[in-house]
């Protein structure tokens, strides 16, 4: 009876110990939010100036992120341009033509691998089909461009919105399929103005989410969109972006710099988190509007 | 498709109709006066026509629907095509290094640019220590994250706890960089470095050994630094396993929840606890997905590139302790792409297709064992 009892309280206690520990375990986590948040938080409003929004960058405290900025925009809408059409034509593709196919699971299998794939190497890739080849042709200049950065951002966008497409495609009720091919529909018309539009929401959720997921990229810039200290709209010129001017700054010993990066930061991470936010509300919406 | 249907509509008003009616009851058969069968020749030309018509749309529509499936399938197979690329363009970009350090370049500690000599053994070993560092923390965490939030916590704050922890993937990696560079760095070199090193090291402050580092092999070497500040393997290992806590939690949190219920409750019933059920049916059950969560984390960890360059210290040279400053093939393709060329930018590139291979092997493993659960499910 002791024996049994002993048991008991053992049992007791390591059930007791492996929930406190598991608490322990999410507080840590959300300490490790909060501290990270704050601390982009409290440095970052106290560096925002009016200036950063006005003023290009420059070294020393004049100093302003406009040109980042502004190449940021261009670079992710160049990146979203390419990548929503696509994306969404291969998700339709999987969702609608391939769905049981050995191809296109196998092709749903590498979308899945390409969406943790490193962005180093993505943009070390289209440095090699962009940047190499537009510098041969002319005659050696290293052509960095900002539509090169948009493609590597769009490779890294890509299977967001080729996965989500293909995931809120495959939830749209079969019965509406067979309803519009049995007034004769052909089904390219079903898929471009039934399946997509009834799964529209869904699929604006997945490029707020590639967007949001690319907006914060930097690895992939560094060799294709490079950077640039003047402001441009040019596509084909040099761009520099939000994340690449922080990385830059952050790393400068300086510490004028630092207040710009961390600036830079904070306006970067409230974009990123209101895109998700945005995204969720997108979908929050649509889920009560089809119950 | 509005349109469509009003001049189907139109169209089998019009002759067509008429001879379907006719057909069905067989008029034309018994058609004896003239203007029957001039009727009846008039709506065999309309019938004609119309059923052109018809085939002709049938025809277009069928043209239209094979263009489409080729154009989607096409977008499909970009996805294919920028896998085999990106190990295609790397490899290729890599070939001078492969050819001039055979196989040599694996095992190679040396990086000279004067000389042009490199080796991928730092950049590798930096890779491989934090990452395995990071899954060393992150595992257990995302275990005990996932347990909260799947048996422990109040219904209430189930979601808004998820959703917080979930933020945290949310956020750029070049941000953990900046916190981990600004922050994170110096209070591991204030409050947890110094007590590393004096208490398990070989390279104490005061120069006494420990009992650990005096009687436990390794432990010394691997805890042993005189490297003044906060950035090591151990800090960048540390800043990819909060990086990657969420996406295990995740995943470990959303296959404890395909556990069937009756197969709990009858655990349950017969006296088990909580912490038992999560342990001998929960985890059993679940045991594939949840490593291919883990290796899934471990893919993300591998190829981080920002959060890594800033806290882990670009020394290329190899030393033991994971207090010492390293590099991984991340963090080396981020510093010197930029600045290099000829066989250095080629060494870069080699360097990257070691590291899309290795991450492609493991995120295959990830998603395979992942798939082995959702089968078991039947989905």
């Known amino acids: ?291 | 498709m509005a349109a469509r249907l009003t001049s189907g509509g139109l169209l089998l008003k019009g002759a067509s109709q008429r001879r379907i009616v006719n057909d069905r009851l067989g008029l034309h058969r018994l058609a004896g006066s003239h203007e029957r069968d001039r009727n009846h020749m008039q709506a065999n030309v309309g019938a004609v026509a119309s059923t052109m018509v018809q085939e002709e749309r049938a025809h277009r529509d069928a043209r239209h629907d094979r263009l489409f499936s080729w154009l989607l399938k096409g977008c499909a197979l970009l996805v294919l095509a920028s896998l085999l690329g990106a190990a295609g363009a790397t490899l290729w970009g890599g070939r001078h290094a492969f050819a001039t350090f055979g196989w040599h370049f694996l095992i190679s500690s040396a990086w000279d640019p004067s000389t042009d000599t490199y080796g991928a053994l730092v950049p590798v070993y930096g890779t491989i220590a934090t990452s395995v560092i990071a899954l060393i923390i992150a595992v257990p965490i995302s275990f005990g994250v996932a347990l909260y939030l799947s048996e422990v916590a109040p219904a209430w704050l189930r979601t808004p706890v998820a959703s917080a922890i979930e933020l945290l993937a949310g956020i750029p990696s070049i941000i953990y960089g900046m916190w981990g560079l600004f922050i994170f760095a110096p209070f591991f070199a204030d409050h947890i470095k110094p007590w590393l090193t004096n208490y398990l090291g070989d390279k104490p402050d005061d120069g006494k050994l420990s009992w650990v580092a005096a009687h436990v092999p390794f432990i010394g070497k691997l805890f042993g630094s005189d490297y003044p500040f906060g950035a090591s393997v151990l800090t960048a290992g540390i800043v990819l396993a909060v990086m990657i806590i969420p996406f295990i939690s995740s995943v470990m949190r959303e296959v404890f929840q395909t556990v069937p219920t009756r197969l709990k409750e009858s655990a349950y019933a017969l006296g088990s606890s909580t912490w038992e059920v999560s342990w001998d049916i929960v985890l059993p059950y679940t045991r594939s997905a949840v490593i291919g969560g883990i290796f899934l984390g471990l893919g993300r960890a591998l190829g981080e590139t920002m959060a890594v360059t800033f806290v882990l210290g670009n020394a290329m040279q190899f030393s033991a302790s994971i207090l010492d400053p390293g590099a991984s093939i991340a963090s080396t393709i981020a510093n010197q792409f930029s600045e290099a060329a000829g066989l250095q930018k080629s060494t870069l590139m080699a360097l990257a297709f070691l590291l899309f291979v290795v991450t492609f092997i493991v995120l295959l493993i990830a998603r395979w064992m992942l798939r082995q659960l959702a089968h078991k499910e039947g989905r």
Do not use: C
């Open chain 1, 1 to 291: 009876m002791a024996g049994n009892s002993s048991l008991y309280l053992r049992r007791r206690f390591t059930n007791a110990l492996a929930l406190t520990l598991s608490t322990m375990a999410t507080v840590l986590g959300l300490i490790f939010l909060a501290w990270i948040l704050w601390e982009t938080l409290r440095q970052g409003l106290g560096a925002l100036t009016p200036k950063l929004f006005t003023k290009i960058t420059a070294y020393g405290e004049d100093g302003g992120l406009a040109n980042a900025m502004v190449g940021s925009l261009i670079i992710n809408l160049i990146g979203i341009l390419i990548a929503t059409p696509i994306g969404v034509m291969a998700g339709a593709w999987l969702a609608e033509y391939a769905n049981r196919t050995r191809l296109g699971e196998s092709i749903r299998f590498l979308n899945d691998i390409l969406l943790s794939a490193p962005s180093i190497v993505l943009g070390l890739f289209v440095y090699t089909i962009i940047v190499l080849p537009t510098t041969a042709l002319t005659s050696g200049n290293t052509t960095f461009s900002g539509l090169a950065g948009g493609v590597a951002l769009a490779l890294i966008a890509l299977p967001v919105i080729v996965r989500t497409t293909d995931e809120m495609l495959r939830l749209v009720p079969s019965t509406l399929r067979e309803a519009s091919l049995s007034l004769g529909i052909p089904q390219w018309k079903l898929t471009t103005q039934i399946l997509v539009r009834s799964a529209r929401s869904g699929i604006i959720t997945g490029v707020l989410l590639a967007l949001a997921r690319i907006s914060g990229e930097t690895a992939p810039l560094l060799f294709t969109a490079f950077g640039n200290n003047y402001m441009t709209a040019n596509p084909m010129d040099k761009m520099s972006s939000l994340p690449q001017v922080i990385y830059q700054y952050a790393n400068d010993p300086g510490e004028a710099m630092h207040a710009i990066a961390w600036a830079g930061a904070f306006v970067l991470t409230m974009f990123v988190l209101l895109l998700s936010l945005a995204s969720r509300l997108v979908l929050s919406r649509n889920k009560v509007s089809h119950d």
